[in-house]
């Protein structure tokens, strides 16, 4: 199978991170206090979270992953607060034959204010066959600028980029949690900045369906929501939905994408207090 092909899961799932020039662990954020803008703001500008809306803390997400009828990995997900901020930590691995054909062993990490939904820095390290990752993003409210660093771990080559921002931006990875906090009504379109591939991409989370979703942790009823966008990552990878518990948590239990290739499906099989 080529190598394109099996680092799609990877991809299609925490929306393309291996598309994004990121990565690297955590460090301590700079001191800046971006002001994200109220209801009604334009594109470039994130919606605070609504009003009584907690993110997940000191949880643990398992999602069994498979591609077509095969078990192909597992992803975990992990939600720690640090002060006001909080960190998501994130790895997926390919596991049985999947992983004798292409060997995945990526991890994610990001960053944002919980107030407002900015992110401050993603982080990803990541082992895809032959190739090794180590990349940092910092979004620079202050500066106004987003700073990409990555390196090469195979050849030892470097990169740095940096890129004009304004306003409250999410990542790739902090935005399919940033999105339940909104409000989901059936019918409703909103619009999410994230910041992908040195631009701010435009993001329309489009609200299509309740559909009650079956998984090994049991049976919820859920709103079906496909994000899509004129460019980025998000752009031309197929289709992709997520499904968001039909109550105030909006946790993502499921998680698909319709690829040229096949089917990838993310489903939750374990959700832990650790």
Not at 29 to 53: E, K
Not at 177 to 202: C, E, K, M, R, W
Not at 239 to 256: E, G, K, S
Request: aromatic letters at 10%; a positive charge.
């Amino acid at each position: 199978m080529p190598t394109l092909k099996m680092r799609a899961p990877t991809a299609a799932f925490f929306c393309a991170l291996a598309c994004l020039a990121s990565g690297a662990s955590p460090t301590q954020l700079p001191a800046q206090s971006p002001v994200a803008a109220p209801a009604g703001s334009p594109p470039n500008q994130l919606t605070p979270p609504q009003p009584g809306f907690s993110f997940p803390d000191k949880q643990t997400f398992t999602y069994a992953v498979d591609w077509r009828v095969f078990p192909a990995g597992i992803a975990v997900i992990h939600f720690q607060s640090q002060g006001d901020n909080e960190q998501i930590s994130a790895s997926a691995q390919t596991s049985g034959a999947i992983n004798l054909i292409f060997h995945v062993d990526d991890r994610f990490q990001s960053m944002f204010d919980r107030q407002h939904g900015c992110s401050y820095q993603f982080n990803k390290q990541t082992v895809e066959g032959r190739r090794q990752i180590d990349a940092t993003l910092r979004l620079d409210y202050a500066q106004s600028k987003a700073i990409n660093d990555q390196k090469n771990l195979v050849n030892g080559q470097t990169r740095h980029v940096e890129s004009p921002i304004h306003g409250c931006l999410t990542d790739l990875l902090t935005g399919i949690f940033y999105a339940a906090s909104q409000p989901l009504q059936l019918g409703h379109n909103f619009v999410i900045p994230v910041f992908d591939a040195q631009h701010t991409i435009p993001v329309t989370m489009k609200v299509e369906a309740r559909e009650e979703i079956k998984t090994p942790l049991g049976a919820f009823k859920t709103l079906r929501v496909q994000p899509t966008a004129d460019a980025g990552v998000v752009k031309n990878r197929g289709d992709i939905w997520i499904w968001y518990t039909d109550d105030a948590r909006h946790l993502p239990v499921q998680m698909r994408a319709r690829l040229f290739w096949g089917t990838i499906t993310f489903r939750l099989t374990g959700n832990e207090n650790k």
